[in-house]
């Protein structure tokens, strides 16, 4: 299956980081081993995993060194430094940044007509995992944390790639090595592990041994976010404090309310048990109030799910008139499931039907369905059609379950 240009169909796709036809060309029985290596020096580690992926037996010995010590090349040299070797050019290179497969972001260089993606960390990590080298945890770290929180660090693929492995590795001892680092003077090392624990939470529930880890964490997380000062850091803290439904949410959700930086702030409605009680709900409301659009969005989120009386109910009511469409977004799909079913509510419901954006439109539409609210019908009418982005989505489900209460015999 060779191309005019002498190049296999499969080299031209791993070339085009064209992953999906990747994937198609291999389980159509495409040879993934003659361009594993290539695919390597490109740089998209999701390339490199559609190739991996269909590879039912391990490498060779040689095979895997190669392409081990091909990633580790690359990576130590960066993309843009090993493509000037090779090309000899001083110029300046063009360097962009892409998503590589469907998440994970990856700065894309290319100089004297060649492109290569700069994922060669996370194809590093993914081949050692792949074949079983446990590399030592402040090595993952280091690659996790290389570019910072520069531009498109947070989501960069040799990230994500070190946090999945760590966090796969499943042992006290890793966990413990990681999470020593929540006091590393450097606060890109320490979001790392408040990302970490994010996703261990998640995984540890389905281990035997998860009530370690929710003790571990229970036992961590208090005093860290009694002491961290990179307002970044603490935000992903307070976040991890929340969702861990620790005793001490409330303490510092009220100590924080005031924090001078909209990301920390902005983790403070989360923080509070529901229903509200009358001095969280005061804090809410104030909050509903914050020059931060960010900010008033997360109080929309937590006021819209509350049954509400004044004066929390026009904070609410502003809040689903707000200028900034993130927090009439957020606003509008809190209050569309909550509990305030006031005549005011309703109204402003029925005003976003006009919405520009069809999301918001729907939200207000199943709110008026959930409200059995006799102008359901019409809203749904002025949705519009919708594409298959809402195809799992409950809330287009409200206009027949409406009709099953209001009109049985239709």
């Known amino acids: 299956m060779e191309e005019r240009d002498g190049l296999s169909a499969l080299c031209a796709a791993v070339a085009a ?38 590879h039912p037996a391990p490498l060779p010995e040689a095979d895997r060194d190669r392409l081990l010590v091909t990633a580790r090349w690359w990576y130590e040299r960066g993309a843009e430094g090993e493509l000037r070797r090779l090309t000899g050019m001083a110029g300046p290179a063009d360097t962009r940044w892409v998503r590589d497969g469907t998440e994970d972001r990856v700065e894309e260089v290319t100089l004297g007509g060649r492109t290569v993606r700069g994922g060669h960390g996370a194809i590093l990590t993914q081949l050692e995992w ?25 989501e960069h693929v040799d990230r994500s790639a070190a946090r999945w492995v760590l966090v796969s590795r499943r042992s006290a001892e890793t966990w413990r090595e990681v999470v020593a680092f929540h006091r590393h ?45 990179d307002a970044g850091v603490l935000a992903r803290v307070l976040r991890l404090v929340s969702e861990e439904d620790l005793p001490e949410s409330r303490e510092f959700g009220l100590r924080y309310t005031g924090h001078p930086d909209p990301r920390v702030r902005s983790r403070v409605p989360w923080m509070f048990d529901r229903p509200l009680d009358p001095e969280t709900a005061r804090v809410v409301r104030d909050l509903g109030r914050d020059p931060d659009a960010g900010v008033r969005a997360a109080a929309a989120g937590v006021l819209g799910g509350e049954e509400l009386g004044e004066p929390d109910r026009a904070v609410l009511l502003a809040l689903l008139r707000d200028a900034d469409q993130q927090v009439r977004h957020r606003a509008v799909r809190a209050t569309a499931r909550g509990s305030d079913r006031s005549p005011e509510v309703t109204e402003a419901l029925a005003e976003l039907l006009d919405a520009e954006e069809q999301d918001v439109r729907l939200s207000a539409a199943y709110g008026l369905a959930l409200r059995d609210d006799p102008r359901t019908a019409e809203a749904y009418a002025r949705v519009g059609p919708l594409g298959p982005e809402f195809e799992h989505d409950t809330r287009p489900d409200g206009l027949w379950r409406w009709r099953l209460r209001n009109e049985p015999n239709g």
């Open 130 to 154: 792949r074949h079983r080298i446990l590399a030592p945890v402040g090595e993952l770290m280091a690659r996790a944390v290389r570019y910072g929180d520069g531009e498109g660090a947070e």
């Open 185 to 229: 003077p450097s606060p890109a090392y320490r979001a790392f592990v408040a990302d970490f624990l994010a996703l261990d939470a998640l995984a540890s529930g389905v281990t035997p041994h998860h009530r370690w880890y929710e003790k571990r964490r229970a036992e961590l997380l208090p005093g860290w976010a009694a002491t961290e000062r």
């Open 17 to 54: 980081y064209a992953v999906e036809t990747v994937e198609a060309l291999v389980a159509a029985g495409a040879d993934p081993d003659r361009v594993l290596l290539r695919a390597v020096e490109g740089g998209s580690p999701a390339v490199v995993s559609a190739l991996l992926d269909e």
